[in-house]
């Protein structure tokens, strides 16, 4: 399946944003993406040790959007079943309920296409609760 495009120079509404994009993306990616970083200017979202993988965005200085500055999107970990950014449950309502409710939100697609590997690939998740 296709995942989420990054591209230098994309444009997120608020840090919430960016970094709902990230877990949605690391449940597609199935990669346990951290933060390395993450204060009131700047999000460095990161991989294993050792993989070169990583992703920064920085706020603009004039209002209250967040940019994507670099990355390196090549990794040289695997895949991992294990997520460990989220937890089984990270479709909660809540989350849902946020992104329906903002439909600037460029990430719903982004859910709903995780959300649906995620039900396709459910066996990998019971008895195997975080
Ligand atoms: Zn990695």
Redesign the pocket.
């Given at each position: 399946m296709t995942s989420y495009k990054w591209e230098v120079g994309t444009v997120f509404a608020s840090r919430e944003e960016f970094k709902d994009t990230v877990i949605a993306y690391s449940v597609q990616t199935r990669?346990g993406l951290r933060y390395a970083k993450l204060d009131l200017v700047r999000v460095r979202a990161i991989?294993?040790e050792g993989?070169p993988?990583w992703l920064y965005a920085a706020k603009m200085s004039e209002d209250e959007t967040w940019q994507l500055r670099s990355m390196n999107l090549n990794?040289?970990?695997g895949q991992s079943h294990r997520v460990g950014i989220m937890h089984t449950g990270w479709l909660s309502k809540a989350f849902r309920k946020k992104v329906e409710s903002n439909p600037k939100v460029k990430i719903k697609n982004l859910v709903n296409k995780a959300e649906k590997e995620m039900e396709f690939d459910s066996d990998n998740f019971n008895g195997n609760k975080v």
């Open positions: 990669r991989c294993q993989c993988f990794y040289t970990c």
